[in-house]
């Protein structure tokens, strides 16, 4: 039973996200207390009401704790085996419910801390846009946010990298290499030639593994939180569920010379992609159902097309269900948002991307290089995508699918906005999504990141900054002062006096409707109203009032009031510019296409090699001969944040799925309980279970490598962030807690965690760490290296 709730203060619930035990619950509650009448209501739907009403006195009694006492609850545990874990943001307080058995408090603050992250990412400072979005409707933003959350936790089971919350990057020979870096050269400068001039960063992702990385000399430094976030969404809106045992399977050709589907060839997999067909918007969709699976060679009428260089790859292509349909597993929400059915096994990614109308409903917004085009046109019934008809003329016979036509007209004055689909496609292999970074400039730096798939599993991502970008950074400090004043902690701003502090948001302020001065439509109203309010002589007069007086004075309500309506209009400021949704540019679809022929041309020879290479990344093929006991090991650089560790594959054939899955299981409990001491001020820890030997060490080394000594002693509760870099930057505060003297980056953290045979003594165990780390730090060398290259 689990539920995952996010409410303001006057409890509106922004975010709901339950399973069917979790609703069945809550309804017979309110069924109980006369909430609902019996027999009256839907079981399959939870209203979000009813979360309000019946936990209203838990959510009121942790705001009072938290503004009045200002010593809030961090969790409950309850003797029916409920644990409630709470985390504020800003105005909107998280709460992880669950009543699960291997969901214990670490798992659902470090849950938490990975919603907050990855909702500052797609959102930036504006995180109200979960509940309550001006541009999509908010069934579709619960959906996709529930689709990555669930994304996450089975990679979490599954990949090393999302486990300790680190880089993995494939290691292949020079000419592999040499062929990725060609492919993401020429998928930046073909991208720059179609208009796109800010071009920062191109990533090719293997599965959830980090192949190659290119970026520009004169960009930013990449955040490892950030490619951990941008391989998790890669993994979402193209996922993939490819085995190493598949790949070894290959058609058999029948009399005729052509092949059967009776044995699979590894570019022939069945692949579902987060994109449907979409129906029309002037006209219906007669598809019979055994078109829903089309070959690279054929297209929906069955017409007859030159033969594809890829003749072998097929896609699984769903037809569009009618809004009313509901498919079976699911559970339909307030809003029509789906939860899923907790009685029903996962057992792949596609079984966890689809909404109520089976579609992958992704959150970001697609834009082009102007800010004069609004999207205007049909809304179609439930959260779909469209296509852009500017692809050319071969792509246009393969791919003939009816798509939604959307009208690049300004959008008037005063109109409502209505909702639209969130991520516009250019082609099935295309989507482009608003993300924010965190760069040295700003903790929100807005980039929009086009996500290409070259081959199942593999994708290129090109990071590009948004126009307009440079604004973010002083958008981003204006709500940080806002936000500080409005929770009563202006004693945290750097200020001598009350008119210093004024004058400073006046100066940003100024700053930006300088430099938007020339802005029309919405962005211009905005400003205007932005500076009306800031004009106001009382609220003047009030604010340096209250800003002259003591850290623990109260600010009065009509300057609350009025900071209120500034922040929040500065917000929407902040939305207009970096989160509309504008048209993919054509001249932007003709160049995605040409990237994805390209990189398939060129990595055509080495997909197979390339798809083993994620599976069974072994970069130390020997290390069971030369560590007698040594079962399994994980090392991290905590300096680059990026790990080695050998694959564990886990086939489904036979009693070696047990016993692989036995030791996995094993390893992943073991390396979340040493997380927990180490959240605990541990760094050193060894334990013995059943016929195994666990380890966990953690140290420091100076620049050149040499130990350096503890200067002052970790405890519980110095450093409030789980460990990881999801959920914060636990590292860089541990450091910084243990060296505080130390200058930042001059001392480097690395972590070794590994599982021995019983009958291994101690001593050789702590011997393996000595020679493992020697190992590791003489062979760095490109693992060591930072992300810039």
């Given amino acids: 039973m689990r539920g995952f709730v996010v409410v303001n203060k006057i409890n509106d619930v922004f975010y709901l996200d339950c399973d069917t035990e979790f609703t069945n619950h809550i309804n017979a509650q309110a069924v109980e207390q006369g909430l609902l009448e019996a027999g009256n209501y839907d079981t399959k739907i939870l209203d979000p009401s009813m979360v309000m009403q019946l936990f209203s006195p838990l959510f009121m009694s942790q705001w009072f704790l938290i503004e009045q006492r200002k010593n809030p609850c961090t969790s409950i545990t309850c003797e029916n085996g409920f644990i409630f874990v709470f985390k504020q943001l800003e105005d909107l307080l998280i709460v992880a419910i669950s009543r699960e058995k291997p969901d214990t408090e670490q798992f659902l603050s470090k ?41 996450w936790e089975l990679l979490r089971k599954e990949e090393h990298s999302f486990l300790v919350e680190a880089i993995e990057r494939l290691h292949v020979n020079q000419l592999v290499n040499e062929k990725c870096m060609e492919s993401l050269e020429y998928a930046m400068s073909r991208l720059q030639s179609a208009g796109e001039k800010n071009i920062h960063h ?124 509901e498919p079976k597993g699911t559970d339909i929400m307030g809003e029509g948002f789906a939860t899923p059915d907790s009685a029903s096994p996962v057992t792949d990614i596609h079984k966890l991307i689809k909404d109520n109308t089976g579609r992958l409903t992704p959150v970001g917004r ?29 792509q246009q016979g393969q791919r003939d699918m009816p798509s939604i036509q959307r009208s690049s007209s300004p959008l008037p004055k005063g109109e409502p906005i209505q909702p639209v689909s969130p991520v516009i496609r250019s082609s099935p292999d295309h989507i482009r999504q608003t993300a924010f970074l965190s760069t040295q400039l700003c903790n929100f730096y807005p980039y929009q990141l086009d996500f290409v798939q070259i081959f199942p599993g593999m994708v290129i991502v090109l990071l590009s900054e948004i126009p307009r970008a440079n604004h973010a950074s002083s958008l981003c400090q204006l709500l940080r002062l806002l936000t500080d004043l409005l929770s009563g902690q202006k004693s945290q701003v750097q200020r001598v006096q009350g008119h210093v502090l004024y004058d400073l948001i006046n100066t940003l302020l100024v700053k930006l409707a300088t430099a938007m001065k020339k802005a029309k439509g919405n962005i211009e109203r905005i400003l205007e109203d932005i500076r009306r309010r800031w004009d106001n002589a009382e609220f003047k007069s009030s604010l340096l009032s209250y800003l002259e007086q003591g850290a623990g004075t109260e600010i009065p309500p009509g300057a609350e009031r009025s900071l209120t309506g500034l922040h929040r209009k500065v917000k929407e400021l902040f939305l207009h510019l970096y989160l509309y949704p504008y048209d993919i540019p054509p001249a932007v679809s003709q160049a995605m296409t040409s990237i994805c022929e390209k990189a398939k041309v060129k990595l055509f020879d080495y997909k197979d090699y390339l798809s083993v290479k994620s599976q069974r990344n072994i970069v130390m093929t020997s290390y069971l001969d030369a560590f007698p006991g040594l079962v399994h090991f994980i090392y991290i650089d905590r300096r680059t944040n990026q790990l080695t560790a050998p694959s564990l594959n886990i086939t489904d054939e036979g009693e070696n799925h047990d016993a692989t899955q036995f030791l996995k299981d094993k390893i992943w409990n073991m390396t979340c309980w040493m997380y927990g001491k180490l959240a605990e001020g541990v760094t050193v820890a060894t334990a013995r ?60 953290c690395y972590e070794l965690i590994m599982m021995h045979v019983g009958l291994v003594n101690v001593q050789y165990i702590f011997t393996h760490r000595q020679m493992l780390a020697k190992q590791f730090f003489e062979a760095s060398g490109d693992t060591q290296m930072n992300l810039v290259l």
């Fill in 689 to 748: 279970e059943g016929d195994y030997h666990y380890s966990y060490f953690m140290w420091f080394t100076d620049y050149q490598g040499a130990p350096k000594q503890i200067q002052e002693a970790y405890q519980e509760g110095d450093v409030s962030i789980p460990p990881g870099i999801l959920s914060g930057q636990f590292y860089s505060s541990l450091k910084r807690h243990c060296f505080p003297n130390c200058l930042p980056g001059s001392v480097n």
């Fill in 202 to 325: 191109a990533l090719l992702v293997v599965n959830s593994k980090l192949l190659s990385l290119y970026s520009n000399r004169s960009a930013p430094s990449l955040a490892e939180s950030d490619v951990l976030c941008t391989i998790l969404l890669a993994r979402l809106l193209f996922p993939t569920n490819e085995k190493l045992e598949d790949l070894f399977s290959y058609r058999k050709p029948d009399d005729s010379g052509s092949t059967t589907e009776e044995m699979k060839s590894p570019a022939s997999i069945t692949v579902t992609p987060p994109l449907e067909r979409y129906e029309s918007a002037v006209e219906g969709d007669d598809s019979l159902d055994e078109e829903n699976y089309l070959s690279a060679t054929e297209t929906i009428t069955k017409t007859k097309l030159p033969e594809s260089p890829y003749p072998a790859v097929s896609e699984h292509v769903t037809e569009e269900e009618t809004p009313t349909a």
């Fill in 366 to 394: 697609s834009r082009s290089r102007t800010f004069d085009g609004m999207i205007t046109g049909r809304v179609t019934p439930g959260p779909g995508r469209a296509r852009s008809r500017s692809l050319n003329v071969d």
């Fill in 111 to 151: 849950k938490i801390g990975v919603f907050i992250r990855v909702v500052e990412f797609l959102f930036g400072p504006v995180t109200n846009e979960m509940g309550y979005s001006v541009f999509c409707r908010r069934s579709d933003r619960w959906t996709f946010l529930q689709n990555l959350m669930k994304t």
